[in-house]
């Protein structure tokens, strides 16, 4: 059973860093590109990253990039997102999601982590 | 504002058909395929239509996608009180290099 289990979300203030970890079960973590994706409070899903297999593919929303950074480690079947100079902006719930059939879409998401930037 | 547009609520009654349409332009769903996923509330998103209109194992029938042009459209047939969600197209954006989603469209089964 494929399973995604993402942690790292907490409080913290405007200016602060936090590291997001999504722990992958289930299938053959180093064959699949990888995505993080968030929600603000009663809002839509924003998609933020995207990182190939190997990661030679690395893509960046504009609104995060410069600020946050992906990377996975294939041995520990595990993807992260790095985030520095928080804004409140960036509260939301974090969801890892794995490219799906074509690489368009996201076929398995994690439960998500909040993480709230707040003074 | 979202690069893909949805209208913010659909309704339609018990066993009737809904349709949720998804609107971008050439450098998003003109060229790349488009998926949809469901959210109920408080769980995260799941994958209904993948490719345009393919459902992943275990989607009901009920569940179909179809594209054309820069348009695409989801379809639920025989609604049920328990399809009440959010409901989300997305897709890559070859301009942008970045995936795009709509701004999600609220069903609400009456």
């Known amino acids: 059973e494929v399973q995604l289990v993402e942690s790292g979300g907490g409080l913290v203030k405007p200016g602060g860093s936090l590291r997001l970890s999504c722990a992958a079960s289930?299938?053959?973590?180093?064959?699949?590109?990888m995505n993080w994706v968030r929600q603000a409070p009663g809002k839509g899903l924003e998609w933020v990253s995207s990182i190939s297999s190997s990661s030679s593919y690395i893509y960046y929303a504009d609104s995060v990039k410069g600020r946050f950074t992906i990377s996975r480690d294939n041995a520990k079947n595990s993807l992260y997102l790095q985030m520095n100079s928080l804004r409140a902006e960036d509260t939301a719930v974090y969801y890892c999601a794995r490219d799906g059939y074509s690489g368009y879409d996201y076929d398995y998401w994690g439960q998500g982590t909040l993480v709230t930037v707040s003074s | 504002q979202s690069v893909l547009t949805q209208p913010p609520s659909v309704s339609a009654a018990p066993g009737q058909k809904v349709t949720i349409s998804c609107s971008g332009t050439?450098?998003?769903?003109?060229?790349?395929?488009v998926s949809w996923y469901q959210q109920l509330p408080g769980t995260a998103p799941k994958l209904l239509i993948y490719e345009n209109n393919k459902r992943p194992s275990g989607i009901p029938d009920r569940f179909s996608g179809s594209k054309s042009g820069t348009s695409a459209t989801l379809g639920i047939t025989g609604l049920q009180t328990g399809d009440e969600a959010d409901y989300y197209c997305g897709t890559w954006d070859s301009s942008l290099s970045a995936g795009v989603f709509g701004g999600g469209t609220k069903l609400t089964v009456l």
């Open positions: 289930g299938f053959t973590f180093s064959s699949y590109g």
């Open positions: 050439s450098s998003n769903i003109g060229n790349n395929y």
